[in-house]
């Protein structure tokens, strides 16, 4: 016999998130290439949240949410690396469904 598979269940307002792999460089609105090897102080990161907590209020599986990566915990499930924060971490939520937003889409 195998070993027994678990599901992973985010407890009270914790969120699960997978990053947004970016691509090896990046390019300015003015068209200017930056090398994937510079690092941008207190840079925010998009991410699509993977596990929500019963607590958690405004986000819910398949949210794309914007954070900050440096303070967050990480953990590696199945080789895949994941980041785990109170929903009072997230800084913006991207959803199709929203009352309050802020005009601008993804």
Excluded at 8 to 35: F, N
Excluded at 87 to 93: K, P, T
Aim: hydrophobic share 40%.
């Amino acid at each position: 016999m195998g070993d027994p598979k678990f599901e992973i269940q985010m407890l009270h307002d914790r969120v699960m998130v997978r990053i947004e792999q970016e691509s090896e460089e990046r390019r300015s609105t003015a068209g200017i290439v930056i090398p994937a090897t510079v690092k941008m102080a207190n840079r925010l990161v998009w991410g699509e949240v993977c596990g929500a907590g019963a607590n958690a209020r405004s986000v819910k599986v398949g949210d794309k949410v914007l954070f900050n990566p440096e303070e967050q915990y990480e953990v590696e499930v199945h080789g895949q690396l994941y980041l785990v924060m109170r929903e009072r971490d997230l800084h913006a939520i991207a959803t199709p469904q929203t009352d309050n937003g802020t005009g601008l889409y993804l």
